[in-house]
């Protein structure tokens, strides 16, 4: 009676066990493990094992719920205090960068591959979003200024929503559409619906769990993450911006005092891993090796457009557009000759693109089909290339911060009774707190150094412990203090210990980002 349910469980049991195995392999050689899941998806297709799947309106359907997720997980992770300074920054980048980016790869694809406008038009609107799966997962391992992670994520967090609305514009049969003026007042009232539904359902969620006293603490992530799939509903509903939503009331209820946080943060963390598995398998299962071959012309034409000419002129006239015209302007929002060329190399594509073009593709737009391969196809050039080569563009530009405080998720009762994060900070060659004691430091109230770890051991530190390259810290720092705790810290690895006598407070990133 159930045979076909158990085959389908037992290959999908499997295919999850060898996508978690693959993280770890990934991470040692060095590949991005979101192609491995694309790999995975191809190798059980019908170039493999023989598994045929062509429904292109079921893989929407279901990379939708995936996304709805993956944006979740990325803003309940997100601090409020990093975004506030780049919010200006990154809508920019998620509206007028997108628009910029949609005009410049059209007009490429138009003269050079001969294609007509809306389906030129197609391929830079499913390229101009850059996807949260693939700028969460990379650029969390590295140690970069928090300011540009943080305008990144929050990019990527904020230009589904425009893109996804295009991409529907797009695809309709011409005839159908309203004048241009009427679709723009319908994607401006649906950006800012979504944006309105999120933040009420985040800080009514907010409200609720704080109050309602749960009989069972595993209720509570399985709470938050409903509230947030309430957020897209209720934004769809309504002919808003459900990603959009889902994104802001995740900012809300990660920023809350909600209880059980750290729970909440690593049940959201698991779904995302699993969606983002389920999501690239899905898309390798798709797709038909046999046609990638012809979309590889036309999708080094579209990536090199995209890299050199969409991408950069889409950074300069963002960062342009986020400065205000008078009165002081904001450090967040002033991005460097450096800052802009990694902001436009760590455009990242994953899923994202590969899901918009499955839009066109269930529609019956003409063309859709080569769309979607040369996407799958960019995708892969993308992933090969960028993320892994972000570490030395970083590093060559000068804008890493190898001494920068990371967050270490633990699931601890104490601090989440204390309402406080667990930092890690590794001294790096050339950092000013090479030298200096701990008592030094001046953290604030709340906030202390609980452990130094040198070579290979670790050890309490007293007021006079010296430190020294090379040792990693473990910082204990409420929420009231940790942005200050942060900035301090900051300020004397530039300066030493006195940092404050020169003016140093730790606020800007060197790399004038």
Known sequence: MTG????????????????????????????????????????IGEAGLGIRFDDAELTRTLGFCALIMIIAEGGLTARWSALRPVLGLASSLATVGVAVSIAVVGLVVHVLLDLPWQLALLYGAVLSSTDAAAVFATLRRLRLPPRLVATLE???????????????????DLSEMHPWWYELSIVV????????????????????LRNAALPSAGLYPIAAVGLTVLAYAGGAVAHASGFLAVYVAGVVLGNGRIPHRRAILGFADGLAWVAQIGLFVLLGLLSSPDRLADALVPALVVGVALVLLARPLSVVIAAVLARPLRGPRRPGNRVGWRGSAFLSWAGLRGAVPIV???????????????LFDAVFVLVIIFTLVQAS???????????????????????????????????QMEIAEGSRLAGVHIDELRLPSGASVTLVVRDGAGFVPGPDTRLRTGDALLIVATAAVRDVAERRLRAVSRRGSLARWFGEQGDEDPAGI
């Not at 904020?158 to 893109?163: K, L, Y």
């Not at 009232?189 to 609720?208: D, F, K, N």
């Open 389 to 423: 080569t972000l570490g030395p563009a970083a590093r060559m530009l000068g804008v890493t911060a190898p001494g920068e405080a990371v967050e270490v998720h633990v699931e601890t009762a104490p601090l989440e009774r204390m309402n406080a994060d667990l930092l």
């Open 356 to 370: 918009l073009a499955t839009i066109p593709l269930s529609a019956g737009t003409p063309g859709a089909e080569g």
């Open 154 to 172: 929050a990019e990527s967090g904020m230009n589904d929503a425009p893109v996804v609305l295009l991409v529907v514009l797009l695809s309709a």
């Open 189 to 208: 009232y649906e950006l800012a619906a979504g944006a309105a539904i999120g933040y009420a359902v985040g800080a009514a969620g907010r409200w609720l």
């Open 4 to 43: 076909g349910l158990d085959y389908a469980l037992l290959i999908g049991s499997a295919v999850l066990l060898v996508a978690v195995a693959a993280v770890r392999v990934s991470t040692r050689v060095g590949l991005p493990s979101l192609l491995v899941y694309l790999a995975i998806g191809i190798l």
